[in-house]
């Protein structure tokens, strides 16, 4: 890629964010890195978001712990890399916090975005790919799993978030690419890296 560019793959629990972001950044050469958790300070954060023995933290709480590792996100990895001229992919962005806290809590969208923004400092992902699937082949994946916190959260509220993401996309189709997340690995893989 001859330009920086900050990309963020999205999408429901087991749309596959983690590996297809991880392949994305080999194939581009690029920094890759996660929200939440993608630094030391938001590692603890994280902890504190997915651990099933949290049970009564405050949805606004959940919010603002997610706004503040995105902030950390941002200054200590994600700005310094662009700086740097090199392109960064991340495994979720602002647009998880819109989704989860948004239209999966319920929390005010604009509110979230003032947040947010502020959070960031203006810095929005470029692009962003959104990994739809089925909830069937979500649910598939997720069987195995030892599951989080959010991934415990019922079936109306990952539909809540998967609609969400879904709305997000068709309102700005410059930044965002719908990818099929329910194909064979390596045919994701080529679609998310034609994304690019």
């Known amino acids: 890629m001859s330009a920086r560019r900050y990309i963020a793959l999205e999408g429901a629990e ?10 994305l950044a080999i194939a581009i050469d690029a920094v890759l890195t ?8 938001g590692t603890r954060l994280r902890e504190i978001l997915h ?10 709480a959940e919010a603002l712990i997610t706004a503040a590792d995105r902030a950390q996100h941002v200054a200590r990895i994600v ?16 647009f998880s ?3 989860y806290q948004g239209y999966g809590r319920g ?9 947010n923004e502020w959070a960031i400092g203006g810095l929005w992902p470029d692009r962003v790919i959104l990994l739809d699937a089925p909830v069937e082949v979500l649910s598939a994946r997720l069987h195995h799993r030892q599951l989080d916190r959010f991934e415990r959260a ?10 969400g993401f879904r709305a997000m996309a068709a309102a700005d189709t410059v930044r965002w ?3 099929d997340a329910s194909g064979e690995p390596d045919d994701v893989a080529r679609c998310v890296r034609k994304a690019v």
Request: net charge negative.
């Open 14 to 23: 087991g749309s596959g964010k983690s590996t297809h972001a991880a392949r």
């Open 34 to 41: 996660r929200e939440t958790g993608g630094t030391e300070v």
């Open 51 to 60: 651990d099933v023995d949290v049970v009564d933290l405050d949805d606004r």
């Open 79 to 94: 700005r310094p890399a662009l700086d740097a001229g090199r392109t960064v992919v991340s495994d979720r962005s602002v």
């Open 97 to 99: 916090t819109l989704a």
């Open 107 to 115: 929390l005010d969208l604009a509110e979230l975005r003032t947040i």
């Open 154 to 163: 019922d079936d109306d509220f990952h539909r809540r978030v998967a609609d």
């Open 177 to 179: 690419v719908v990818v």
